[in-house]
T-cell receptor, first 114, second 114 residues
Framework: GQNIDQPTEMTATEGAIVQINCTYQTSGFNGLFWYQQHAGEAPTFLSYNVLDGLEEKGRFSSFLSRSKGYSYLLLKELQMKDSASYLCAVRDRARLNSNYQLIWGAGTKLIIKP | NAGVTQTPKFRVLKTGQSMTLLCAQDMNHEYMYWYRQDPGMGLRLIHY???????AKGEVPDGYNVSRLKKQNFLLGLESAAPSQTSVYFC?????????????FGSGTRLTVV
């Protein structure tokens, strides 16, 4: 079947580094996205990985291993404003009609403490 | 540059009432989507559209209808609201299934059905 797993909640300290993991099982992997969602707001796009390796964007980096069905989002120099939920989503080729679909994880709530 | 505009932001309905959620995008995207987000669950796709005049069912389409008469607009209708439709609804647009830049989401509609 198709499934995405993320930790429900994580806590980290301001100025530190945190890694949020995402594992997935899909039949036709075609890319992985990370989004940030502050409470009461819409998700906003952070990163996209389709090939194995690390993509770096400022304080945020995202890693993908297709053979392991695994990704992580790395946040460095944490700031209070990084307190949010982080959503992992996988684009998968649906079997029935060769169309694509996005499968969403339930999100990881990240709490930053001073 | 507005991106994706979604109205209304909040709404309370009585069971059996109807309403329409409006979504407009100025990004010239062919693909538009309606999602609902419930606590502890990933975003679930209600309906989507791959272009003007086309619509398709997503993961949870029952009780909802949609129309895409113009490329920039995607409407979500609830014909007879039920308490199970209490949720936060997000509209989004993108290159096909997120492309490489992900989805752009509207600000969301918090709907309560009593």
């Amino acid at each position: 079947g198709q499934n995405i797993d993320q930790p429900t909640e994580m806590t980290a300290t301001e100025g530190a580094i945190v890694q949020i993991n995402c594992t997935y099982q899909t039949s036709g992997f075609n890319g992985l996205f990370w989004y940030q969602q502050h409470a009461g707001e819409a998700p906003t796009f952070l990163s996209y990985n389709v090939l194995d390796g690390l993509e770096e964007k400022g304080r945020f980096s995202s890693f993908l291993s297709r053979s392991k069905g695994y990704s992580y989002l790395l946040l460095k120099e944490l700031q209070m404003k990084d307190s949010a939920s982080y959503l992992c989503a996988v684009r998968d080729r649906a079997r029935l009609n060769s169309n694509y679909q996005l499968i969403w994880g339930a999100g990881t709530k990240l709490i930053i403490k001073p | 540059n507005a991106g994706v505009t979604q109205t209304p932001k909040f709404r309370v309905l009585k069971t059996g009432q109807s309403m329409t959620l409006l979504c407009a995008q100025d990004m010239n995207h062919e693909y538009m989507y309606w999602y609902r987000q419930d606590p502890g669950m990933g975003l679930r796709l209600i309906h989507y559209s791959v272009g003007e005049g086309t619509t398709a069912k997503g993961e949870v389409p029952d009780g909802y209808n949609v129309s895409r008469l113009k490329k920039q607009n995607f409407l979500l209708g609830l014909e007879s609201a039920a308490p199970s439709q209490t949720s936060v609804y997000f509209c989004a647009s993108s290159e096909p299934w997120g492309g490489e830049d992900g989805y752009t989401f509207g600000s969301g509609t918090r709907l309560t059905v009593v």
